[in-house]
């Protein structure tokens, strides 16, 4: 059912808290009944419910050292009289008086606290009906129903919006009132408001799961928009968020995925007629190049990297600069499309005048500082000082401050730079993976092996890379949740925004640094032929591809995101839960043969099926998937057009993924109100802005569009791309190699001189080797792109953040509406007030006319009117229309 309360602290423990719908199961082809909606006497219906886990004790005969825990672990008491009417029971149950159970004092310490809890649901208002059966260990179960007067006390605390009627207001004498106008005992119960049952005004009819699955939840309907509405009315706010975000963000992959195929088919279309790639392809130009490896590698033609080169042309032509640039505009379009739904969510939820109400404290926050306290107190008695120190003590402290945790910041910041050294670690063990691999085939005797020794290392280093990142992932989430619990937050906001900003810095340094390396590392400390940089001293640093390394970013961009969204965010997400289900089931083989024919016997209630479904964890790792996939699509998007498509196809899964998972695998989680995605938004912001950075500097740094410009309009004596391949390419005397450096036995033994991707002077140049005029040409335009770039994408942004308002102008013209109507209300009813106690006073003035002073009191002045109008005004209901 509807349970208003589960926005207010008064069911703020998480811990054993099962919330149910009643509704029929839709998992494991369990059927729910009508009766198991109710309590025994058919008429309450259950809203929540509450289960504890009874651990298994060990029996001891003979003993008397039991008092309190001797009995059944959860026997009728004072609690089960005042909720169901059950009679207390004295003395020993059922004849267990013989069978004792060893005493634990911590299961003795949390039966009363559940005892001290459900007493303070009692006085709430709550009802409450436990299980029949004593159970001896296992789950226990507690049933609350949630009585009309508190349903409508927590209305009107959340201010709820509820229909009303369209009728003519009543005077003023009957509007004064001092009594809840939804309330069963009040004489004004239906007056103004449209509630012609209190069974059915706060039912969960809207908010089934039934309704959810067939809507929402089924791959069938992946065409379909989302029940937002729906969503939010059966999960709560902050859950409808999320999956309306998901949906925004889906929904604006679309235009960002066509213009995505449309470059890539212009590259497609353009291959065969680009210059460099025919260049490099014609074997009658007969570049001899340098070896890829010492001793064992032979001189070799670059026409043998055709493929590569024509493959390069795919995502390195002139059409990617340009998506570069749609793209970021993308992501402020997109943040600021998002904001504007938000808004609109917000007024249709009536979350805009939503106050942030200030968290209650964590409980291991309170058990530190009650510590502490202690501490401070036994020191006291220790020194046996003033007493007015121990009175200063008892004020002072309030509350923990950096002293108390700077143990725990420590060994954050310790843990976090050691989890940034082993993804370095990680992702320098697969380069040496590379380096090794490539020497050990270039030495095969077999020349196919050799054919391709560079696709078989990239292949199965990204295939390394991608297992590595799904297993640091799963570590890092988890130590990420520790280090948050070693900072001690105060509030569970501010636990969860410590937790976010940790699990992101960790999988997001852990998800982009092999992707990092190869876009502006790999190659670029490679060294020249004779001068080779070398890993432990035998070893040479790996080099990018003769069509440079875009095309090899682009393959390892485009196998971890698909790799990564296909097993992490699907396969996971599907085969866990279902792991769990089947440990938890075969856990439950392990009960007697006599409960398991009882459980037989006794069909199983609607609480025992929901208690099998996983608990819900939050939505910090829904969020985090995105916004690394995110990361993929806008990061480095320039070197991989295609990854918007990729992501679009991915979330039309993932959006019934998740829907099914939350409908038919998971707990209901409590309701939460939330007005905005908190700190994801500020996340997706900060992404945004570093994604023109990156874009810039792979365009600038990692392509060919620069040295391109620059040969095309500095050196190219026809204004055409005919001859780059041979001005990017530098010579080499091979009489220059070091010992040991040159092919010990060659096909190729005339060559003099070899070819090698740089820009250096020749060897019979005075400075021979060093970097010539053009380098330094080359790397002021790419310095001066970059700033260009920024500045012009930054300018567009913020320039498309301008136009784009944040608020919808319907909204906007509604909210000034609802104010001009609300100063009109305000205003007639000061009118009313004011004529009416001007009538008051005429009629008591009419007896003494005669009198001179008498015109002075036929007016009330303006302080009491004013004054008498906030009385009236406080002493009635406020229950916001809808």
Known sequence: ????????????????????????????????????????????????????????????????????????????????????????????????????????????????????????????????????????????????????????????????????????????????????????????????????????????????????????????????????????????????????????????????????????????????????????????????????CDGVCDYWHLSTACGTARASHLFDNPATVFFAIFMSLWVATFLEHWKRRQISLNHSWDLTGLEEEEDHPRPKYETVLLQKRQMMRNKEKKNEKKKKKKKKIETGVEKLTWRDRLPGYLINISSILFMFGLTFSAVFGVIVYRIVVSALMAMSPDPETKSNVRVTVTATAVIINLVVILILDEIYGAVAVWLTELEIPRTESNFEQHLILKAFLLKFMNAYAPIFYVAFFKGRFAGRPGDYVYVFNDYRMEECAPGGCLIELCIQLSIIMVGKQLIQNNVFEIGIPKLKKLIRAWKGKGISLEEREEQRARPPQQWNLDYTLVPFEGLTPEYMEMIIQFGFVSLFVASFPLAPLFALLNNVIEIRLDAKKFVTELRRPDAVQAKDIGIWYNILSGMGKFSVIINAFVISFTSDFIPRLVYQYMYSQTGTMHGFIDHTLSHFNVSNFRPGNAPTSSYLPETTVCRYKDYREPPWSAEAYQFSKTYWAVLAARLAFVILFQNLVMFLSLLVAWVIPDVPKNISEQLKREKTLLVDVFLREEKEKFHLLQSLFSSKDQPSQGHPDTAHFRTLPLGLSQGLGHYMESECCDLSPM
Request: with cysteine; charged share 20%; proline share 7%.
């Open 1 to 292: 059912g509807v349970l208003v309360t589960d926005q207010s602290p008064l069911l703020s423990s998480r811990e054993g808290v099962l919330v149910t719908d009643q509704s029929p199961l839709l998992q494991g082809g369990g059927r729910g009944c009508y009766s198991c909606q109710f309590f025994s006497d058919g008429r309450r219906k259950v809203d929540y419910v509450l289960v504890f886990y009874q651990r298994k004790q060990i029996s001891v005969r003979g003993s008397d050292r039991l008092h309190r825990l001797s009995a059944p672990p959860h026997p009728p008491h004072r609690l089960s009289v005042i909720s169901n009417g059950s009679s207390t029971l004295s003395g020993p149950v059922g004849g267990l008086g013989c069978v004792e159970l060893e005493a634990d004092p911590a299961e003795g310490e949390m039966v009363l606290i559940r005892e001290e809890f459900e007493a303070r649901l009692l006085e709430a208002g709550l009802e409450m009906e436990r299980d029949t059966e004593v159970r001896v260990y296992g789950p226990s179960f507690t049933r609350l129903h949630v009585p009309w007067q508190v349903l409508s006390r927590e209305a009107e605390f959340l201010k709820i919006k509820i229909p009303t009627k369209k009728v003519r207001p009543p005077p003023l004498y009957s509007r004064v009132c001092v009594c809840n106008p939804m309330d069963g005992s009040s004489p004004n119960t239906n007056r103004g408001f449209n509630i012609t049952s209190k069974d059915t005004f706060f039912d969960n009819a809207t908010r089934s799961r039934i309704l959810l699955h067939d809507e929402w939840a089924r791959y069938g309907a992946f065409y379909k928009y989302q029940p937002v509405d729906l969503i939010r009315k059966y999960f709560g706010e902050k859950i409808g968020l999320y999956f309306a975000w998901l949906g925004v963000y889906t929904q604006l992959l679309i235009p960002a995925s066509m213009v995505g195929i449309i470059v890539f088919c212009y590259g497609c279309y353009t291959v065969d007629m680009d210059v460099p790639s025919l260049e490099m392809c014609d074997k009658q130009q007969n570049f001899t190049m340098c070896p890829l």
